[in-house]
Protein backbone atom coordinates (compact mmCIF):
# COMPACT_ATOMS: atom_id res chain seq x y z
CA UNK A 1 0.00 0.00 0.00
CA UNK A 2 2.87 2.34 1.41
CA UNK A 3 4.25 1.74 -2.15
CA UNK A 4 1.87 2.59 -4.46
CA UNK A 5 0.92 5.23 -2.72
CA UNK A 6 4.25 6.82 -2.55
CA UNK A 7 4.50 8.24 -6.34
CA UNK A 8 1.27 10.18 -5.31
CA UNK A 9 2.62 11.34 -2.58
CA UNK A 10 5.77 12.76 -4.70
CA UNK A 11 3.90 14.29 -7.23
CA UNK A 12 2.10 16.59 -4.30
CA UNK A 13 5.07 17.71 -2.70
CA UNK A 14 6.92 17.87 -6.14
CA UNK A 15 3.45 20.27 -7.24
CA UNK A 16 4.08 21.78 -4.09
CA UNK A 17 7.21 22.98 -4.54
CA UNK A 18 7.40 23.85 -8.30
CA UNK A 19 3.90 25.83 -7.05
CA UNK A 20 6.19 27.72 -4.66
CA UNK A 21 8.36 28.89 -6.81
CA UNK A 22 6.45 30.30 -9.34
CA UNK A 23 4.47 31.89 -6.83
CA UNK A 24 8.14 33.25 -5.62
CA UNK A 25 8.90 34.51 -9.36
CA UNK A 26 5.74 35.85 -9.84
CA UNK A 27 5.56 38.12 -6.80
CA UNK A 28 9.28 39.08 -7.01
CA UNK A 29 8.05 39.91 -11.15
CA UNK A 30 5.18 41.98 -9.65
CA UNK A 31 7.04 44.44 -6.78
CA UNK A 32 9.65 45.22 -8.93
CA UNK A 33 7.50 45.94 -11.74
CA UNK A 34 4.44 47.60 -10.37
CA UNK A 35 3.20 50.92 -8.81
CA UNK A 36 0.00 52.12 -6.66
CA UNK A 37 -2.69 53.14 -9.42
CA UNK A 38 -2.97 57.10 -9.09
CA UNK A 39 -5.22 58.02 -11.89
CA UNK A 40 -8.08 60.82 -9.97
CA UNK A 41 -11.15 59.29 -11.94
CA UNK A 42 -9.84 55.61 -12.17
CA UNK A 43 -9.34 55.79 -8.26
CA UNK A 44 -12.85 57.42 -7.92
CA UNK A 45 -14.52 54.65 -9.08
CA UNK A 46 -12.66 52.65 -6.87
CA UNK A 47 -13.48 54.51 -4.26
CA UNK A 48 -17.03 53.51 -5.02
CA UNK A 49 -16.80 50.05 -4.92
CA UNK A 50 -14.63 50.08 -1.47
CA UNK A 51 -17.68 52.31 -0.16
CA UNK A 52 -19.90 49.31 -1.32
CA UNK A 53 -18.19 47.25 0.67
CA UNK A 54 -17.81 49.52 3.82
CA UNK A 55 -13.62 49.73 3.29
CA UNK A 56 -11.95 52.64 3.61
CA UNK A 57 -10.13 52.11 -0.10
CA UNK A 58 -9.33 49.90 -2.42
CA UNK A 59 -5.32 49.66 -3.49
CA UNK A 60 -5.22 48.44 -6.70
CA UNK A 61 -1.69 48.39 -8.62
CA UNK A 62 -0.31 48.71 -11.99
CA UNK A 63 2.19 46.24 -13.09
CA UNK A 64 4.00 47.28 -15.81
CA UNK A 65 3.69 45.47 -18.89
CA UNK A 66 2.06 45.61 -22.41
CA UNK A 67 -0.71 42.73 -22.52
CA UNK A 68 -4.28 44.00 -21.82
CA UNK A 69 -5.12 41.86 -18.33
CA UNK A 70 -5.91 42.27 -14.74
CA UNK A 71 -4.85 39.58 -12.25
CA UNK A 72 -5.57 39.09 -8.65
CA UNK A 73 -2.22 37.63 -6.70
CA UNK A 74 -2.02 34.97 -4.46
CA UNK A 75 -1.53 37.64 -1.37
CA UNK A 76 -4.90 39.24 -1.86
CA UNK A 77 -3.46 42.18 -4.08
CA UNK A 78 -4.69 43.17 -7.01
CA UNK A 79 -2.94 44.58 -10.52
CA UNK A 80 -3.95 45.80 -14.08
CA UNK A 81 -1.51 45.93 -17.00
CA UNK A 82 -0.15 49.00 -17.98
CA UNK A 83 -1.52 47.94 -21.53
CA UNK A 84 -5.11 47.72 -19.89
CA UNK A 85 -4.63 51.46 -18.58
CA UNK A 86 -2.81 52.19 -21.99
CA UNK A 87 -6.29 51.31 -23.38
CA UNK A 88 -8.16 53.37 -20.38
CA UNK A 89 -6.09 56.49 -21.30
CA UNK A 90 -6.45 56.27 -25.20
CA UNK A 91 -10.44 56.10 -24.64
CA UNK A 92 -11.08 52.16 -25.44
CA UNK A 93 -12.33 51.75 -22.49
CA UNK A 94 -13.73 53.47 -19.95
CA UNK A 95 -13.18 54.36 -15.97
CA UNK A 96 -16.33 52.42 -15.20
CA UNK A 97 -15.32 49.17 -17.27
CA UNK A 98 -11.59 49.49 -15.46
CA UNK A 99 -13.93 49.11 -12.31
CA UNK A 100 -15.76 45.68 -13.37
CA UNK A 101 -12.31 44.86 -13.79
CA UNK A 102 -11.24 45.47 -10.54
CA UNK A 103 -14.45 43.87 -9.34
CA UNK A 104 -14.19 40.85 -10.77
CA UNK A 105 -10.02 40.21 -9.24
CA UNK A 106 -11.83 41.58 -5.92
CA UNK A 107 -14.22 38.21 -6.61
CA UNK A 108 -11.67 35.99 -6.92
CA UNK A 109 -9.98 37.07 -3.85
CA UNK A 110 -12.81 36.78 -1.74
CA UNK A 111 -14.06 33.73 -3.02
CA UNK A 112 -10.16 32.24 -1.82
CA UNK A 113 -9.59 31.36 -5.59
CA UNK A 114 -5.99 32.56 -5.67
CA UNK A 115 -5.05 30.79 -2.64
CA UNK A 116 -7.49 27.82 -3.67
CA UNK A 117 -5.03 27.46 -7.18
CA UNK A 118 -1.94 26.17 -4.92
CA UNK A 119 -3.87 23.22 -3.35
CA UNK A 120 -5.09 22.57 -7.08
CA UNK A 121 -2.10 22.47 -8.97
CA UNK A 122 -0.76 20.34 -6.73
CA UNK A 123 -3.60 18.21 -7.07
CA UNK A 124 -3.39 18.45 -11.15
CA UNK A 125 -0.11 16.73 -10.74
CA UNK A 126 -0.82 14.34 -8.63
CA UNK A 127 -3.69 13.45 -11.12
CA UNK A 128 -1.61 13.62 -13.81
CA UNK A 129 0.96 10.74 -12.48
CA UNK A 130 -1.73 8.57 -11.11
CA UNK A 131 -3.53 8.54 -14.17
CA UNK A 132 -0.02 8.17 -16.32
CA UNK A 133 0.44 4.87 -14.19
CA UNK A 134 -3.00 3.18 -15.11
CA UNK A 135 -3.23 4.37 -18.52
CA UNK A 136 0.78 3.67 -19.55
CA UNK A 137 -0.19 -0.36 -18.78
CA UNK A 138 -3.70 0.25 -20.63
CA UNK A 139 -2.22 2.25 -23.53
CA UNK A 140 1.58 1.74 -23.38
CA UNK A 141 3.13 4.78 -25.07
CA UNK A 142 0.47 7.13 -25.01
CA UNK A 143 -0.64 6.87 -20.75
CA UNK A 144 1.59 9.89 -20.17
CA UNK A 145 0.26 12.06 -23.00
CA UNK A 146 -3.54 10.86 -22.52
CA UNK A 147 -3.35 11.55 -18.84
CA UNK A 148 -1.41 15.09 -19.43
CA UNK A 149 -4.76 16.30 -21.58
CA UNK A 150 -7.19 15.01 -18.84
CA UNK A 151 -5.50 16.58 -15.84
CA UNK A 152 -5.24 20.08 -18.19
CA UNK A 153 -8.95 19.54 -19.34
CA UNK A 154 -10.20 18.78 -15.62
CA UNK A 155 -7.79 22.45 -14.53
CA UNK A 156 -9.54 24.27 -16.82
CA UNK A 157 -12.88 23.46 -16.31
CA UNK A 158 -12.10 24.42 -12.44
CA UNK A 159 -10.93 27.51 -13.52
CA UNK A 160 -13.78 28.19 -15.66
CA UNK A 161 -16.01 27.67 -12.64
CA UNK A 162 -13.95 30.74 -11.06
CA UNK A 163 -14.46 32.66 -13.94
CA UNK A 164 -18.64 32.72 -13.57
CA UNK A 165 -18.00 32.98 -9.78
CA UNK A 166 -16.02 36.05 -10.09
CA UNK A 167 -18.27 37.70 -12.96
CA UNK A 168 -20.96 37.03 -10.63
CA UNK A 169 -19.22 38.48 -7.43
CA UNK A 170 -18.45 41.44 -9.88
CA UNK A 171 -21.94 42.00 -11.05
CA UNK A 172 -23.37 42.01 -7.79
CA UNK A 173 -20.93 44.45 -6.28
CA UNK A 174 -21.13 47.06 -9.34
CA UNK A 175 -24.86 47.32 -8.88
CA UNK A 176 -24.02 48.20 -4.89
CA UNK A 177 -22.09 50.48 -6.04
CA UNK A 178 -24.55 52.42 -8.12
CA UNK A 179 -22.25 51.57 -11.43
CA UNK A 180 -24.73 48.49 -12.88
CA UNK A 181 -23.73 46.12 -14.83
CA UNK A 182 -23.42 47.51 -18.32
CA UNK A 183 -19.45 48.72 -17.65
CA UNK A 184 -19.01 44.77 -17.11
CA UNK A 185 -20.77 43.32 -20.43
CA UNK A 186 -19.74 46.24 -22.41
CA UNK A 187 -16.26 45.32 -21.19
CA UNK A 188 -16.59 41.38 -22.23
CA UNK A 189 -17.89 42.45 -25.72
CA UNK A 190 -14.33 44.47 -26.26
CA UNK A 191 -12.27 41.89 -24.70
CA UNK A 192 -11.37 39.98 -27.78
CA UNK A 193 -10.44 42.85 -29.89
CA UNK A 194 -8.30 44.83 -26.86
CA UNK A 195 -6.39 41.26 -25.95
CA UNK A 196 -5.55 40.99 -29.95
CA UNK A 197 -3.92 44.62 -30.21
CA UNK A 198 -1.55 43.59 -26.94
CA UNK A 199 -0.43 40.83 -28.73
CA UNK A 200 0.19 37.54 -26.98
CA UNK A 201 -2.28 37.49 -24.62
CA UNK A 202 -3.41 34.34 -24.71
CA UNK A 203 -4.08 33.82 -20.60
CA UNK A 204 -6.60 36.07 -20.39
CA UNK A 205 -8.65 33.84 -23.33
CA UNK A 206 -7.21 30.52 -22.28
CA UNK A 207 -8.71 31.20 -18.51
CA UNK A 208 -11.79 32.95 -19.11
CA UNK A 209 -14.70 31.06 -21.04
CA UNK A 210 -16.44 32.31 -24.01
CA UNK A 211 -17.26 35.57 -23.61
CA UNK A 212 -21.06 35.12 -25.12
CA UNK A 213 -21.44 32.95 -22.31
CA UNK A 214 -20.01 34.88 -20.04
CA UNK A 215 -22.39 37.71 -21.21
CA UNK A 216 -25.47 35.17 -20.37
CA UNK A 217 -24.86 34.31 -16.82
CA UNK A 218 -24.50 37.83 -15.83
CA UNK A 219 -27.94 38.38 -17.46
CA UNK A 220 -29.44 35.40 -15.89
CA UNK A 221 -27.76 36.37 -12.80
CA UNK A 222 -29.68 39.99 -13.12
CA UNK A 223 -32.99 38.62 -14.08
CA UNK A 224 -33.07 36.07 -10.85
CA UNK A 225 -31.80 39.24 -8.29
CA UNK A 226 -34.32 41.00 -9.72
CA UNK A 227 -37.30 38.52 -8.79
CA UNK A 228 -36.29 38.01 -5.73
ZN1 LIG B 1 -10.90 35.95 -13.68
Not at 126 to 132: E, G, I, V
Request: hydrophobic fraction near 50%; glycine fraction near 8%.
Amino acid sequence: MMLKLSPLILALLYGFAVYQVSVWRTRRALDRKSTELAEPRLRAVCDKLARALELPRIKVHVYEIAPVNGLAAPDGRIFLTRGFLERYASGAVTAEEIASVVAHELGHVALGHSRRRMVDFSAQNALRTALAAVLSRIIPGFGGMIAAGLARLVAARISRVDEYEADAYASALMIKAGLGTAPQKSLLSKLDNLAGVGGATPAWLMSHPKTEARLKAIEANEAKWLKA
